[in-house]
């Protein structure tokens, strides 16, 4: 197993330096976390047989990540992560004009989101990364100076964690979300068709020809969005269906069925090829199930062609466009008050 070296994330970007960090736990698992987007670049966790292998897609080096066009590959998004109709919204009565680069609409913070800056490294001691950033007032049209603080830590309970928080002196709105790419039988291995998948929600947000929510809240029962039991991905995602057909596959957001605020179950992932499992916990209340629908030939670590299909994200968030749905959980953040966000991706094997 050849972990990437440090040294091919060294450099300079727009004047702050760029660098590699590693995390390791007791058990091997190795987390290694860029503060250039505070990208999750690799993670390699055992199989039944204790093998350890790389299971998110990335790139090998800095620059790809900083003069490629990349899906946001492991990538913190925001100031808001996911879609903004029309990249605009009124708050406290102004309206507020964003980027729109994707399609009519505003996506993951827009042209410079958090994935595409340089982060301060505050500290790396074994097992957590601590990084801030500071989004100026007016960055990529957004209100407020905004402090936020990304904490990644690995621990002996075989868990991945990332602890968000954010403060702005002005109101704003705020949905930070990590863009990991997951294959569980090793990242650039093939088809996510038969990797199984739970989702803990029985509702989801359907969307229109866009992506953008209609603002329905839906039941799964009797749709391909039925995950509430355990069932192989590619079950049903090439079935004649509008959602499908919008989303070009899976690219929509659940409901999850735990109370917002507190840490509960969103999703398990499984791969009967190698025994992987991957639980996922968070404290928002949605989750985006994306599966790499718009990636096609893309060159990735060790010269790999990732193909569509050959991963899927499971991003934890507020609804995507809360701003403009009223009756969505809110994403707005005031003055005095702090955007708090956990996610927990605990691994084993069966």
């Keep these: 197993m050849n972990i990437i070296p440090e040294e091919s994330f060294r450099g300079v970007h727009n004047g702050k330096t760029t660098s590699l960090h590693t995390l390791k736990n007791k058990n091997g698992i190795i987390a290694q976390i860029t503060n250039y987007g505070a990208i999750l670049v690799s993670l390699y ?6 093998n350890l292998t790389d299971i998110v897609q990335g790139y090998d080096t800095i620059s790809e990540y900083i003069d490629g066009n990349g899906p946001y590959m492991g990538a913190i998004c925001g100031r808001c992560a996911n879609r903004i109709a029309g990249g605009k919204f009124i708050l406290n009565d102004k309206q507020y004009t964003l ?3 994707n399609g009519p609409n505003h996506l993951h913070g827009g042209i410079k989101g958090f994935n595409r ?23 990529e049209g957004y209100p407020g100076n905004l402090r936020i603080s990304v904490i990644y830590t690995l621990t002996d309970q075989d868990e991945l964690r990332i602890d968000y928080s954010a403060t702005s002196d002005k109101t704003t709105i705020v949905n930070l979300a990590s863009h990991s790419y997951f294959n569980l039988s090793g990242e650039g291995s093939g088809s996510i068709y038969d990797q199984e998948l739970m989702i803990n929600g029985a509702f989801f947000t359907p969307i ?5 929510p209609t603002g329905e809240i839906l039941s799964v029962t009797g749709t391909p969005m039925d995950f509430t039991r ?14 499908l057909k919008f989303g070009a596959g899976y690219d ?3 409901v999850l069925n735990h109370c917002s605020g507190a840490l509960g179950l ?13 639980e996922i916990y968070t404290t928002q209340p949605g989750v985006q199930f994306y599966t790499a629908n718009w990636i096609d030939n893309e060159k990735g670590k060790g010269g790999k062609k990732y193909q569509r ?11 995507p466009d809360a701003i403009n749905k009223p009756h969505f959980p809110s994403a707005i953040l005031n003055p005095g008050e702090e955007y708090r966000h956990s996610v927990v991706h605990k691994f084993s094997v069966r």
């Design 252 to 254: 929509h957001n659940w």
């Design 266 to 278: 969103a999703a398990v992932a499984h791969d009967p090829v190698s025994g992987r499992i991957m």
């Design 117 to 139: 800056v340089a982060w301060d490294v505050v500290k790396h001691s074994q097992p957590s990364l601590h990084l801030t950033y500071i989004s100026e007032d007016g960055e």
């Design 309 to 319: 299909r050959w991963a899927f994200c499971l991003e934890t968030q507020h609804f």
């Design 208 to 212: 229109d020809e866009t992506s953008i």
């Design 45 to 50: 966790v055992p199989d039944s047989k204790g």
């Design 99 to 101: 980027a729109v680069n």
């Design 230 to 243: 355990s069932q192989k991905i590619g079950t049903a995602i090439d079935r004649e269906n509008e959602q």
